[in-house]
């Protein structure tokens, strides 16, 4: 059974352009939460999907958004990007039965 | 809102000795508490949750972690070090109504083994 899975592993952007990564969960989960983790702090609650809605959102721009598929995969996409978006771009995915959410390896974006 | 504060941004233990992490949090409902580990380059694992259940919560490689609702604390423990247990541990919180709504982490705590 495969865990959760993102892409790219790593990516190199500068500075105005757009990004799009990808998640998908693991089987039998359908909510995907993404986080962001800059160098040497804890994981950034940026939103979640569920439905392919965004049912919860935390303190970031409208730069940020996200898309849910039929098939619970999702995506995220920074538009305008900035020097201090260069981080890790955690993604994790949950059940509704499920009190936890489980981590995928993360996207190492840098921006220049 | 909910928050969560480790203390102690590096903790060093000697090879097979105790090892003790500190957590606090705050919340006005009753918390989700998780404790996740992170290795080098790589993405958050679980160790342990607390969910409501048994205050005092075992969870993979040995640590456990005990809730104490009078202290706000989830305190994370292994009785004895090993050297790969060297690592980065956040503490997080979610809820009110599920374990897989947002997760609010901690800064985390970096721990070293010394051989």
């Known amino acids: 059974d495969a865990g959760v899975t993102q892409s790219p592993t790593h990516l190199i952007k500068t500075r105005g352009q757009q990004v799009t990564l990808r998640c998908s969960p693991k089987s039998g989960h359908d909510t995907v939460s993404w986080y962001q983790q800059a160098l040497g702090q804890g994981p950034q609650f940026i939103f979640q999907?569920?439905?392919?809605?965004?049912?919860q959102r935390g303190n970031f721009p409208d730069r940020f958004s996200g898309h849910q598929f039929p098939n619970y995969s999702s995506e995220l996409n920074v538009n305008a990007l900035l020097l201090g978006d260069s981080a890790l771009y955690l993604c994790a995915s949950s059940g509704t039965s499920y009190n936890e959410q489980f981590f995928g390896p993360g996207t190492r974006l840098t921006v220049l | 809102a909910q928050s969560v504060t480790q203390l102690g941004s590096h903790v060093s233990v000697s090879e097979g000795a105790l090892v003790l992490l500190r957590c606090n949090y705050s919340?006005?409902?009753?918390?989700?508490l998780f404790w996740y580990v992170q290795y080098p380059n790589q993405g958050l694992q679980l160790l342990l949750k607390?969910?409501?259940?048994?205050?005092l919560v075992k969870g993979i490689n040995g640590f456990e972690a005990e809730f104490k609702k009078s202290e706000t604390s989830f305190h994370l423990t292994k009785p004895s070090a090993h050297m790969s247990d060297a690592a980065e541990y956040f503490c997080a919180v979610s809820g009110p109504n599920f374990g897989n709504e947002k997760l609010t982490f901690g800064t985390g705590t970096r721990l070293t083994i010394i051989p």
């Open positions: 607390y969910t409501s259940a048994a205050t």
């Open positions: 999907y569920y439905e392919e809605e965004e049912r």
């Open positions: 919340s006005s409902v009753p918390p989700y």
